[in-house]
């Protein structure tokens, strides 16, 4: 064995050391949060972007799903990249947590939430919901398990159906709340983490929380609305009703 080859596992011996020592610094946690906060953020504004076509009617909104569908490779790219961010995400939120209770020790005598905000206080439960909700979206508007009326490939059938049966349109609408809580202080702390913190600045930081969560929430909040308010309806159905009638 020659004396150049011994220096070759030492350097990714002290690379992996070096990788494992972020991730277990507070530090490093908060960048994999941040980060993989950053992809579901962006996933969840082009989801609804996406959505929104549902307005425009059967056609474009089907003819939507469909183009997805056409590229497989990048739909199960995004998947696959989604679920890692998501893992990611909620080991560096348990992990933070656990360390913070730890270094506390014991509890406060007397609690006061002077810097913390409501949104901040209840990232966990918003969390487990918006978890919850995950599963029973894919359950409900992606497999069809708990959706009595699904008709595979008919996405704006699913939707309007979906939202006229049982309590799944007020599920929807408390997950949206959950979602607004944790986004408006998952975007503002992202900004901080990445060094955009500055009291000069900090009123936009949170302009533009506010912004980009109202946006979002709306957007998403809009679809179970317009539906149990008839904006939307199942044309297919109404077509059926209509020559039963006859």
Do not use: C
């Not at 569908?69 to 989604?82: F, H, I, Q």
């Not at 408390?174 to 607004?180: K, P, Q, S, T, V």
Request: aromatic residues 10%; charged residues 10%.
């Amino acid at each position: 064995m020659s004396a150049n080859a011994i220096p070759t596992p030492l350097r990714l011996n002290r690379t992996t050391g070096r990788t494992s020592s972020f991730l277990a610094s507070s530090i490093g946690r908060k960048v994999v949060m941040a980060l993989t906060g950053l992809v579901l953020f962006g996933y969840v504004v082009v989801h609804m972007l996406g959505n929104l076509q549902i307005y425009l009617g059967p056609a474009a909104l089907n003819a939507y799903a469909v183009k997805l569908r056409a590229m497989p490779a990048l739909l199960w790219g995004v998947r696959v990249l989604l679920f890692a961010s998501a893992v990611l995400h909620v080991w560096a939120a348990v992990s933070l947590t656990r360390a913070n209770v730890a270094a506390r020790g014991i509890g406060y005598r007397e609690r006061r939430n002077r810097e913390s905000t409501y949104a901040s206080r209840t990232m966990r439960w918003s969390g487990v919901i918006l978890l919850l909700f995950i599963v029973y979206h894919l359950l409900h508007l992606t497999l069809g398990t708990v959706h009595p009326g699904f008709v595979p490939g008919d996405v704006y059938h699913n939707v309007v159906r979906g939202f006229q049966m049982g309590i799944a349109p007020f599920f929807y609408v408390l997950a949206m709340l959950a979602l607004g809580l944790h986004m408006y202080h998952g975007v503002w702390s992202l900004m901080q983490t990445v060094g955009l913190s500055h009291p000069r600045y900090d009123r936009l930081r949170y302009a533009f929380a506010a912004f980009i969560t109202a946006l979002v929430v709306l957007g998403n909040l809009s679809f179970p609305i317009a539906v149990m308010t008839g904006l939307l309806k199942d044309r297919s159905s109404s077509r059926a009703a209509t020559a039963a009638r006859r």
